[in-house]
């Protein structure tokens, strides 16, 4: 069995820990949750595992896709065993309904239909509380070469095509949500997670929030509607 080693990283929602393989890493999911550039704490009652299980079961769907992901396997309920990548300082959120900071900086209202997708950059930095980016900013601060943007957009791209499918069989829509990638050996990998911490996401039919929306704003069932999450997303339950 794969063992935790020492902590080399720890984020707001998560640890790394190394493993006897150099090129494996334990990524270890914990109930914090923060918000606005962590000005917002709190705990989510049993988050780190949700995160876990939806996590392993997003990136099993996109690899069995042909989308390189970092996930090795899930091997306990908090802990999933991934290769090592040297992540890009970049967040790359893909947008297919307006919510959040669009709704907020561009004054388009929160439920209007974005066609095409919206692709966003962010810089990685908290001091600076992840600034968006453009292309022009990535390649003048060296962050990533004009094949890794090139690749990571089309992977992004492809990523939200299978998964807009993906959550509406489950009765939800895939809102918008934030992608990590990094290199591995010269190739661009998805790292991260992809959960309700990561992702807006809407119950198809009542339009209620089912994400990391109902702890930023308050609106109470945070835990149940992670829950929820879990349920359509790992029990192959369709609505
Ligand atoms: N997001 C994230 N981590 C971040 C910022 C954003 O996972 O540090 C996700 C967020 O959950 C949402 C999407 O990216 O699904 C777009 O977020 P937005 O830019 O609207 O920022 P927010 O208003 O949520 O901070």
């Known amino acids: 069995m794969t063992e935790r080693r020492e902590q080399i990283y720890e984020g707001k929602a998560k640890r790394l820990y190394t493993t006897d393989d150099p090129d494996l890493l334990i990524q270890f999911f914990k109930d914090d949750a923060t918000a606005f550039n962590a000005q917002k704490r709190g705990t989510i009652l049993e988050k780190g595992i949700v995160n876990n299980k939806v996590s392993e079961r997003i990136f099993r769907h996109l690899a069995e896709h042909g989308i390189p992901t970092h996930m090795v396997e899930r091997i306990s309920d908090r802990e999933m065993l991934v290769k090592r990548l040297k992540i890009f300082p970049i967040e790359v959120i893909v947008r297919n309904v307006a919510a959040g900071s669009l709704t907020k900086n561009l004054g388009i209202p929160e439920g209007t239909e974005l066609d095409p997708p919206v ?32 690749r990571i957009k089309e992977l992004a791209l492809r990523i939200n095509a299978l998964l807009r499918p993906f959550f509406a069989e489950r009765g939800m829509i895939l809102v918008d949500f934030k992608l990590e990638f990094g290199d591995h050996g010269g ?53």
């Not at 968006?132 to 004009?146: F, G, P, V, W, Y």
């Not at 996401?201 to 879990?230: I, S």
């Open 187 to 239: 190739d661009v990998v998805l790292g991260d997670e992809i959960c309700p911490d990561t992702c807006r996401l809407w119950d198809a039919r009542t339009r209620e929030k089912m994400d990391k929306d109902r702890f930023r704003r308050d609106l109470g069932k945070v835990e149940e509607a992670y829950q929820e999450v879990c349920r359509r997303v790992c029990e192959e339950a369709r609505v």
């Open 119 to 150: 692709l966003e950059f962010c810089y990685k930095n908290d001091a600076l509380g992840d600034p968006q980016i453009n292309e022009s900013h990535i390649r003048a601060m060296k962050l990533a070469t004009d094949a890794q943007i090139g």
